[in-house]
């Protein structure tokens, strides 16, 4: 196993899928000598040329749009996005177009493409460098939405996002990138597409939330243990269409749930996490299910004082499960 | 022979290819002639038609290498499925949305077309997404050394759309081998040209992609021929894409649901009739002697009998099964 | 009290609120000459001239963004997308601008635009032409999104969108535009944004939903009725912000509560509504809080046979209605 | 006087107004500057810079109705507000994201602009979202019968997208009063111009919005002063929308969290120096005599000082509270 960080996982998963399958490439703005904003396509340009690493003009929706054709041709192109936030031109494409190509064709064409982008806020990026924007899509049948939190989830789930038959939005934490260690086999390994991860065992209460999140409530957790409270946490790892029988016996574990995102609360996908809880545990649940998100103003802010109100942490976390557990 | 010129040897096409072009487009226009029968008679929900937009359309195709090349056709493109290799039960099938519809099973409106061992891309109702697929298509043939084209086209009034900028955009830097044709039938649903588009014409566009831009008279198969295939070659070898904007005419009001009464005058209507390249064509193969009376009547006969039979076993062909709704969202195997 | 039907409350609506203030305008695709696709603005042309009625290009994203432009110098534009399934190409300008323009200037600009769309299937528009797409904008804050089921409610939360000083999506079922009649005052009347409605007061199940369910909804009671079944019926009317408190009330009312949405099930904005029920409600239910949606397939077929088995209806409703009672 | 052609007494600008444009400029300079220092000093996060670009901005603002005229720039565009009316310290809070900034109150990232009484349309980061407004604004000034235009701009790179397709389209056919400069620096981050635009200039892409596309030398504020003013006149005379391409270099790295260093040589880099609008404009006026040792000592002194003060204030002003986090998501009274 070697030790390696969120965004250098990304890299080797690409590198490696690359190395695997000729049919494999990256397109994106500044995905080639640049080697992306982020640095997650590091030296792929160099390896694979760039034919197969390209910079393209700044369209998102052609970016989207020309990955579409090409991976009806057969190829499996991974796009990037340069930051989630800037998504939004290339929604239709996403939308109307790969999200549907199989259905509308009774199954004659595909589209298995990846498009990558970073997400994620607490970096100082303001309105637009922070977003989440997994709502945007998690209503979209067709699609499926990966959102991991590990270097090794990581690892595991771009690859089988690349070999996946079908288009997935891949979303990676931005601020995980290099905040965030870990472990990492050395053998190829995939992760499968759909299944939630439980990353912590424990009896008292459930925390259920994805990317970022995941650490915080690890973090919270630990502090909690010693204060004999016992956190059982559950990782979405796929955020659309969500793992419900997953979902179901982490909320039936304790009976106590707390759902946490950074998006804005009202109308993110922990929604719909609670709408499976209610309809599949509620004699199971021991008190309401409650969630913690970011508050529902259009992300946050630049200034220090009103992203740090924004931005879910550790303390938020830990106080919202202390309280949780105490009810 | 006749007297008159014999445009289509000039261009390297033989008396058979230009008769089948003609059967092709005789057979578009009563195909959708019969859909409207349908329609109206109210057995299917939904028309939408080529009628004035044949000759562009079959020009076109032919000036393709329809064994190896591609096209995203847009709603309009009957004549271009139809040179592609879809048959006209297919195409009733698809009219009738019956389970067998090889474009989408029922699930699509008619004109969305699809069929991939044909290589025609799956379309969808939002205008223009489908530029960006083609440029991607010879994106991906290029980088496996394939040379082969993509054609896709749309009307003028979409070529307004962001994706057309974007997908050309990239199509010039990349010099890939796309052909663009605008089907410029001066019309988008009730909007007239001149308040949809600034530009002078569509073909002036191309300049904004480092492309050439031909307009061509639409109604004449042989000149759309002609600029297609010449198109063609630039992109067999390797000189990149061409924008092509065919001036047609809309025959019919937009679609089923539109009474183009509102907002055009009888005159105007009369005047487009007197242009229909049906007539043109048929004549322009009578004058050179390549159609004949008796095959002319054996053809429309053999179009009828096709178009017949196509309608009865449509008609009579299954719809899908209810929970068939549930099918192909996602692959049946795979990372799910 | 004239009985019109719902797309006649939509013209006039717009009419009055035209005639009413010379800063109202009309654009879209073919709005003009035509009157619209569907006849909503049948007249306005005549009346109000091509300034003030005006046929765009066929771009939605410039629909969008010129009407901001407008709105931001002062105009109160209401723009028309034809479908709501082409709204796709207008993401990046509703949710990144027109959402946001308050917030990020710290309330120095404004957008006062409504930008109304025809939604909804069983009107044999396949998969292009019936869809619900109001959970890709059920996450934006800045955003209202309105969704009216009655003549009477689509003048009245009509005007009060054009009238609203923030961004407004109004998305009209174009299967009630004929379908749908009833009673509207001859006087000006506003409704307010952000209330739902109770349609129907009850004492057994509580229905919430919105659109064209609530009218199955109420068809569906009138049955159950008969059964001795008394249904509570919310009408949701805005669904972004979502009306918590009438939310809780209609809830806790019976304890009973079934949602319904034509939308596909995951994601949808009753996923909010079951979130809202869960946080607040928990101990007040009686059965799990039931939701009745399309399946999760992307939006509806073309052929009869497919289209009827997606789509909502006045019988799935009774059953399921009937189901909640008798648990 | 000098022996040089004294160009702006042609161009009908005063000894008073060129000198104003200069101190214009040197203050952006000098702003942008100060910024990288306080940034690599670790006191703010972020800096976008105009370094470059300033000849561009000022030589097209001044071109305009600064007191009647909209405008909606990009994030480079610090000398265009300046220009506009924002002052140093307004900046330097933005710098600082500090509670009193009049662009977003400390919301957004410095170089996203907004100032309503300087008619500065609020600017978010997505690029070329912009375009569409300034059409819109135009749009209703047209239906008000006010006789102002609108000035937008934007990178390159961003000409690419489809809002600048369907926003300029739409200002064509509406013949509508908007100036649309293009800041080209040949950059878009690390992506040159050749991997970006397929046609040979941006100025070629007028002819596809029907309105007259010119490239200009961005360095020369004279120059560019002169293509904006025709095209202001145009503007006012209900003759449309121009396109204008100003050619200009990124002295900086794309942003303070970039490295060009990557993918721009140093060779290239110093040629680019040699081009500073701020040498060869301060040098013309040295020429004709409007700039003495005497004045251009003053100036940087006051400036200096200006800069110094604004700095020292911002950064002792306090930032928003926490909850103001909360506030103005919709109007304070309304329909909520
Ligand atoms: C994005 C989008 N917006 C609106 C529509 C509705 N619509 C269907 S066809 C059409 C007009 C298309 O005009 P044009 O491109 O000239 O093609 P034509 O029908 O004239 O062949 C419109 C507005 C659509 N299909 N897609
Ligand atoms: C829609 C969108 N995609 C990507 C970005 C990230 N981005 C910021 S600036 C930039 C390059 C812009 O290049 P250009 O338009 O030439 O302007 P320049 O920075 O060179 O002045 C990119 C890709 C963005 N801001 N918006
Ligand atoms: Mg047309
Ligand atoms: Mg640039």
Redesign the interface.
């Known amino acids: 196993m070697a030790v390696m960080s969120y965004i250098q996982a990304v890299t080797s998963a690409l590198k490696d899928e690359m190395e695997r399958d000729d049919s494999v490439f990256v397109l994106g703005e500044d995905v080639g000598k640049k080697g992306g904003v982020f640095k997650a396509t590091e030296g792929l340009y160099d390896q694979f040329g760039e034919s197969r690493v390209m910079d393209t003009p700044l369209t998102e929706s052609a970016i989207a749009g020309v990955g579409i054709g090409a991976a009806m041709y057969g190829k499996r192109p991974v796009a990037e996005m340069q930051f989630a936030d800037f998504i939004m031109p290339a929604v239709n494409q996403i939308i109307s177009e790969a999200s549907r190509i199989r259905y509308r064709s009774n199954n004659d064409w595909s589209c298995p493409m990846v498009i990558r982008a970073p997400y994620g806020g607490g970096v100082h990026g303001a309105l637009y460098h922070s977003q989440s924007v997994e709502a945007v899509f998690a209503n979209q049948p067709g699609l499926k939405i990966v959102m991991p939190s590990t270097p090794h989830d990581v690892k595991g789930l771009l690859k089988a996002a690349i070999r996946d038959d079908d288009p997935v939005l891949f979303f990676e934490h931005k601020r995980a990138y290099r905040l965030i260690k870990g472990e990492v086999p050395e053998e190829d390994y995939e992760l499968p597409i759909g299944k939630a991860d439980v990353k912590k065992q424990g009896d008292d209460i459930t925390v259920i939330t994805y990317g970022l999140g995941v650490h915080f409530a690890l973090e919270a957790a630990e502090k909690l243990e010693e204060e004999g409270i016992s956190s059982h946490i559950l990782d979405l790892r796929t955020v659309y269409p969500i793992d419900q029988e997953a979902v179901i016996e982490a909320a039936k574990k304790t009976g106590k749930v707390l759902l946490v995102t950074e998006d804005n609360k009202e109308g993110s996908i922990m929604s719909e996490v609670s709408a499976i809880i209610s309809e599949n545990c509620l004699f199971d649940l021991d008190s309401p299910v409650q969630r913690l998100a970011g508050p529902d103003v259009p992300s946050m802010p630049y200034a220090p004082t009103m992203e740090k109100y924004f931005m879910i942490n550790p303390d938020k976390l830990e106080n919202a499960m202390r309280e949780l557990a105490e009810f | 022979m006749s007297q008159v010129d014999n445009r289509h040897q000039n261009l390297g096409l033989s008396d058979e290819q230009v008769l089948d072009m003609y059967r092709t487009m005789l057979l578009a226009r009563k195909i959708d002639e019969r859909m409207w029968l349908l329609n109206r008679a109210g057995k299917i ?2 028309v939408i038609s080529c009628q004035g937009q044949e000759a562009a359309q079959i020009g076109a195709s032919y000036a393709l290498n329809l064994d190896k090349d ?1 096209v ?1 056709p847009y709603y309009r493109d009957l004549g271009v499925v139809l040179a592609f290799g879809m048959t006209t039960h297919e195409l009733f099938l698809a009219a009738f ?3 067998e ?9 008619p004109g ?1 077309f ?3 061992k044909n290589r025609i ?2 379309g ?4 223009t ?1 489908q ?11 290029k ?1 496996d050394g394939e040379n082969i084209a ?1 054609l896709v086209t749309l009307g003028e ?2 070529s ?14 990349h010099k890939l081998p796309v052909i663009t044709m605008v089907e410029n039938n001066k019309y ?4 007239p040209l ?7 014409s569509v073909a ?2 191309g ?5 050439p831009g031909y307009q061509v008279d639409g109604n004449d198969p042989l000149e759309v021929y002609r600029v297609v295939k010449d198109a063609h070659d630039r992109a067999m070898n390797g000189e990149g894409p061409t924008l092509i904007e065919a001036m047609t005419e809309r025959l019919t009001a937009h679609s089923s ?2 009474n183009d009464k ?2 055009r005058t009888e005159e105007e209507i009369e005047e487009m009739k007197q242009k229909d390249s049906l007539i043109s064509f048929a004549q322009y193969l009578r004058d050179v002697g390549v159609l004949t009376e008796e095959k002319e009547q054996a053809l429309n006969k053999e179009i009828d009998d096709e178009i017949n039979e196509a309608t009865e076993a449509a008609e009579n062909a299954p ?14 195997k ?3």
Chains 1, 3 share one sequence.
């Open positions: 929900p939904f591609y995203a949305a019956k389970a519809d090889p474009n989408s099973g029922g699930r699509q409106m969305h699809g069929q991939k891309l799956t969808s109702s939002p205008v997404t530029l960006p697929h083609a440029v991607g298509i010879a994106l991906a043939a980088m993509s009034g979409s307004n759309q962001g994706d057309f900028h974007e997908g050309l955009n990239f199509a010039g830097v988008a649903i009730s909007v001149e308040r949809q588009i600034s530009s002078e002036d566009r300049v904004a992609y480092g492309m649901d539109d509102a907002y719809y899908a099964e209810p929970e068939d709704a549930l099918k192909y969202v996602y692959a049946e795979g990372g799910e």
